[in-house]
Protein backbone atom coordinates (compact mmCIF):
# COMPACT_ATOMS: atom_id res chain seq x y z
CA UNK A 1 0.00 0.00 0.00
CA UNK A 2 0.94 3.63 -0.50
CA UNK A 3 3.34 5.01 2.23
CA UNK A 4 3.69 8.68 3.06
CA UNK A 5 6.63 10.39 4.96
CA UNK A 6 6.16 13.84 6.31
CA UNK A 7 9.39 16.27 7.75
CA UNK A 8 9.94 17.92 9.59
CA UNK A 9 7.77 16.58 12.47
CA UNK A 10 8.43 20.04 14.20
CA UNK A 11 9.90 23.74 12.57
CA UNK A 12 9.88 27.16 14.09
CA UNK A 13 10.44 30.12 12.66
CA UNK A 14 9.97 33.65 12.96
CA UNK A 15 7.01 35.98 11.93
CA UNK A 16 7.24 36.85 8.40
CA UNK A 17 10.03 34.10 7.38
CA UNK A 18 8.90 31.36 5.34
CA UNK A 19 8.42 27.84 5.92
CA UNK A 20 8.92 24.67 3.82
CA UNK A 21 6.94 20.66 4.37
CA UNK A 22 8.43 18.24 2.64
CA UNK A 23 6.59 14.98 1.75
CA UNK A 24 7.16 12.16 -0.46
CA UNK A 25 4.96 8.89 -1.14
CA UNK A 26 5.62 5.31 -2.25
CA UNK A 27 2.92 4.72 -4.99
CA UNK A 28 3.45 5.61 -8.35
CA UNK A 29 -0.17 5.59 -9.47
CA UNK A 30 -0.77 8.31 -6.78
CA UNK A 31 -2.58 11.32 -8.40
CA UNK A 32 -3.84 13.52 -5.91
CA UNK A 33 -2.07 14.88 -3.12
CA UNK A 34 -3.83 17.58 -0.31
CA UNK A 35 -2.63 19.19 2.44
CA UNK A 36 -4.26 19.89 6.18
CA UNK A 37 -4.06 22.15 8.60
CA UNK A 38 -5.49 21.35 12.28
CA UNK A 39 -5.67 23.52 15.06
CA UNK A 40 -5.38 22.36 18.45
CA UNK A 41 -8.70 20.17 19.01
CA UNK A 42 -9.68 20.96 15.77
CA UNK A 43 -10.88 18.92 12.44
CA UNK A 44 -8.37 19.09 9.43
CA UNK A 45 -9.26 21.95 7.25
CA UNK A 46 -7.83 21.26 3.62
CA UNK A 47 -5.40 24.81 3.03
CA UNK A 48 -4.76 23.21 -0.72
CA UNK A 49 -4.21 20.56 -2.90
CA UNK A 50 -2.39 19.40 -6.35
CA UNK A 51 -3.40 16.64 -8.97
CA UNK A 52 -0.63 14.94 -10.89
CA UNK A 53 -1.38 16.43 -14.08
CA UNK A 54 0.24 20.34 -12.41
CA UNK A 55 3.98 20.60 -10.96
CA UNK A 56 2.85 23.99 -8.79
CA UNK A 57 -0.25 25.54 -7.52
CA UNK A 58 -0.26 28.73 -5.64
CA UNK A 59 -3.00 30.28 -3.41
CA UNK A 60 -2.11 33.85 -1.79
CA UNK A 61 1.16 33.00 0.70
CA UNK A 62 0.38 29.23 0.01
CA UNK A 63 1.96 27.02 -2.57
CA UNK A 64 2.50 23.50 -3.48
CA UNK A 65 5.60 22.06 -5.86
CA UNK A 66 5.22 18.13 -6.72
CA UNK A 67 8.33 16.57 -8.65
CA UNK A 68 6.56 12.96 -10.02
CA UNK A 69 9.39 11.59 -10.68
CA UNK A 70 10.65 12.14 -7.61
CA UNK A 71 7.71 10.94 -5.83
CA UNK A 72 7.69 13.93 -3.61
CA UNK A 73 5.72 17.05 -2.93
CA UNK A 74 6.27 19.77 -0.77
CA UNK A 75 4.52 22.74 0.82
CA UNK A 76 5.66 26.65 1.10
CA UNK A 77 4.47 29.25 2.84
CA UNK A 78 5.83 32.70 2.52
CA UNK A 79 5.17 35.88 4.98
CA UNK A 80 4.48 33.24 8.00
CA UNK A 81 1.71 35.04 10.44
CA UNK A 82 1.44 33.70 14.12
CA UNK A 83 -1.85 32.20 13.02
CA UNK A 84 -0.51 29.83 10.96
CA UNK A 85 0.87 28.01 13.70
CA UNK A 86 -0.66 24.41 13.93
CA UNK A 87 -0.14 21.35 12.43
CA UNK A 88 0.00 20.28 9.17
CA UNK A 89 -0.70 16.73 7.46
CA UNK A 90 -0.23 16.52 3.46
CA UNK A 91 -1.44 12.81 2.05
CA UNK A 92 -2.01 11.04 -1.05
CA UNK A 93 -4.38 8.70 -3.03
CA UNK A 94 -5.63 7.84 -6.31
CA UNK A 95 -3.30 4.84 -6.27
CA UNK A 96 -3.48 1.37 -7.78
CA UNK A 97 -6.66 -0.28 -5.62
CA UNK A 98 -6.35 2.61 -3.13
CA UNK A 99 -9.48 4.87 -2.74
CA UNK A 100 -8.95 7.02 0.26
CA UNK A 101 -6.52 9.09 1.92
CA UNK A 102 -2.73 8.02 3.40
CA UNK A 103 -1.58 11.25 5.79
CA UNK A 104 1.88 11.65 6.58
CA UNK A 105 2.24 12.21 10.78
CA UNK A 106 2.17 15.77 10.46
CA UNK A 107 4.82 19.07 10.68
CA UNK A 108 3.84 21.20 14.31
CA UNK A 109 4.64 24.57 12.90
CA UNK A 110 5.09 27.58 15.53
CA UNK A 111 5.28 31.19 14.28
CA UNK A 112 7.29 33.19 16.93
CA UNK A 113 5.52 36.93 16.32
CA UNK B 1 -25.37 23.33 5.04
CA UNK B 2 -23.96 21.26 8.39
CA UNK B 3 -21.39 19.61 6.34
CA UNK B 4 -20.66 16.83 8.34
CA UNK B 5 -21.72 16.23 11.60
CA UNK B 6 -20.64 13.83 14.33
CA UNK B 7 -21.84 12.38 17.35
CA UNK B 8 -21.11 12.32 20.20
CA UNK B 9 -18.53 14.79 20.49
CA UNK B 10 -16.64 12.97 24.07
CA UNK B 11 -17.54 9.47 25.66
CA UNK B 12 -15.71 7.78 28.06
CA UNK B 13 -16.56 3.76 27.60
CA UNK B 14 -14.90 0.92 30.37
CA UNK B 15 -12.88 -2.10 28.65
CA UNK B 16 -15.64 -4.21 26.78
CA UNK B 17 -18.33 -2.01 26.39
CA UNK B 18 -19.94 -1.36 22.96
CA UNK B 19 -20.78 1.85 21.27
CA UNK B 20 -21.95 3.66 17.89
CA UNK B 21 -20.25 6.55 16.66
CA UNK B 22 -22.41 8.46 14.21
CA UNK B 23 -21.67 10.60 10.92
CA UNK B 24 -24.02 12.05 8.84
CA UNK B 25 -23.60 14.38 5.77
CA UNK B 26 -26.14 16.65 4.05
CA UNK B 27 -23.25 17.74 0.42
CA UNK B 28 -24.79 14.68 -1.19
CA UNK B 29 -21.80 13.42 -0.94
CA UNK B 30 -21.22 9.45 -2.25
CA UNK B 31 -18.17 8.46 -0.44
CA UNK B 32 -17.90 8.58 3.05
CA UNK B 33 -14.64 7.29 5.46
CA UNK B 34 -14.11 7.14 9.11
CA UNK B 35 -10.44 7.76 10.41
CA UNK B 36 -8.57 7.30 13.86
CA UNK B 37 -5.99 10.16 14.69
CA UNK B 38 -3.53 9.18 17.52
CA UNK B 39 -0.70 11.82 19.10
CA UNK B 40 2.32 12.04 16.90
CA UNK B 41 0.62 9.20 14.24
CA UNK B 42 -1.72 10.95 11.39
CA UNK B 43 -4.94 9.86 10.52
CA UNK B 44 -5.50 6.24 9.84
CA UNK B 45 -8.07 5.03 7.74
CA UNK B 46 -10.40 2.73 9.36
CA UNK B 47 -13.18 1.87 6.77
CA UNK B 48 -15.08 3.80 4.14
CA UNK B 49 -18.05 3.32 1.59
CA UNK B 50 -17.10 4.57 -1.99
CA UNK B 51 -21.15 4.32 -2.38
CA UNK B 52 -24.44 3.99 -0.98
CA UNK B 53 -24.50 0.20 0.18
CA UNK B 54 -20.82 -0.66 -0.27
CA UNK B 55 -18.29 -0.39 2.62
CA UNK B 56 -14.06 -1.85 2.65
CA UNK B 57 -11.51 -2.17 5.31
CA UNK B 58 -8.57 0.41 5.58
CA UNK B 59 -5.61 0.26 7.56
CA UNK B 60 -6.41 -0.25 10.75
CA UNK B 61 -10.27 -2.31 10.98
CA UNK B 62 -10.15 -4.82 13.32
CA UNK B 63 -12.11 -4.05 16.80
CA UNK B 64 -14.56 -1.92 14.54
CA UNK B 65 -17.40 -2.86 12.13
CA UNK B 66 -19.29 -0.10 10.07
CA UNK B 67 -23.06 0.40 8.71
CA UNK B 68 -23.78 2.52 5.44
CA UNK B 69 -27.24 3.48 6.64
CA UNK B 70 -28.37 5.93 3.81
CA UNK B 71 -25.92 8.12 1.22
CA UNK B 72 -26.40 10.67 4.00
CA UNK B 73 -25.33 8.60 7.16
CA UNK B 74 -22.42 5.89 7.92
CA UNK B 75 -21.49 5.12 11.23
CA UNK B 76 -18.79 3.39 13.44
CA UNK B 77 -19.53 0.39 16.00
CA UNK B 78 -17.14 -0.61 18.49
CA UNK B 79 -18.54 -4.61 19.40
CA UNK B 80 -15.69 -4.35 22.71
CA UNK B 81 -13.87 -1.33 23.42
CA UNK B 82 -10.09 -1.86 24.34
CA UNK B 83 -8.00 0.69 25.49
CA UNK B 84 -6.06 0.58 22.80
CA UNK B 85 -8.98 2.22 21.02
CA UNK B 86 -8.88 5.39 23.07
CA UNK B 87 -8.33 7.88 20.42
CA UNK B 88 -9.74 10.62 18.14
CA UNK B 89 -12.39 10.01 15.68
CA UNK B 90 -13.15 11.39 12.44
CA UNK B 91 -15.42 11.13 9.87
CA UNK B 92 -14.97 12.25 6.65
CA UNK B 93 -17.17 12.63 3.23
CA UNK B 94 -16.09 12.92 -0.64
CA UNK B 95 -18.51 13.85 -3.74
CA UNK B 96 -16.78 11.25 -5.85
CA UNK B 97 -16.36 7.44 -5.38
CA UNK B 98 -13.43 8.07 -3.19
CA UNK B 99 -10.42 8.08 -5.58
CA UNK B 100 -8.69 11.39 -6.28
CA UNK B 101 -11.05 13.30 -4.34
CA UNK B 102 -11.18 16.28 -1.85
CA UNK B 103 -12.74 14.96 1.35
CA UNK B 104 -14.23 17.47 4.29
CA UNK B 105 -14.10 16.30 7.63
CA UNK B 106 -16.24 16.39 10.69
CA UNK B 107 -15.62 17.87 14.55
CA UNK B 108 -14.34 14.88 15.62
CA UNK B 109 -15.03 12.40 18.97
CA UNK B 110 -13.20 12.19 21.80
CA UNK B 111 -13.19 8.49 22.86
CA UNK B 112 -11.34 7.39 26.23
CA UNK B 113 -11.36 3.69 26.86
CA UNK B 114 -10.73 3.00 30.68
Known sequence: GENVEQHPSTL?????????????????????????????????????????????????RIAVTLNKTAKHFSLHITETQPED????????????????????????LQVQP | N?????????QVLKTGQSMTLQC?????HNSMYWYRQDPGMGLRLIYYSASEGTTDK???????????LNKREFSL???SAAPSQTSVYFCASSPGQG????????????????
Open chain 2, 2 to 10: AGVTQTPKF
Open chain 2, 58 to 68: GEVPNGYNVSR
Open chain 1, 12 to 60: SVQEGDSAVIKCTYSDSASNYFPWYKQELGKRPQLIIDIRSNVGEKKDQ
Open chain 2, 24 to 28: AQDMN
Open chain 2, 77 to 79: RLE
Open chain 1, 85 to 108: SAVYFCAASGGTGRRALTFGSGTR
Open chain 2, 99 to 114: DSDTQYFGPGTRLTVL
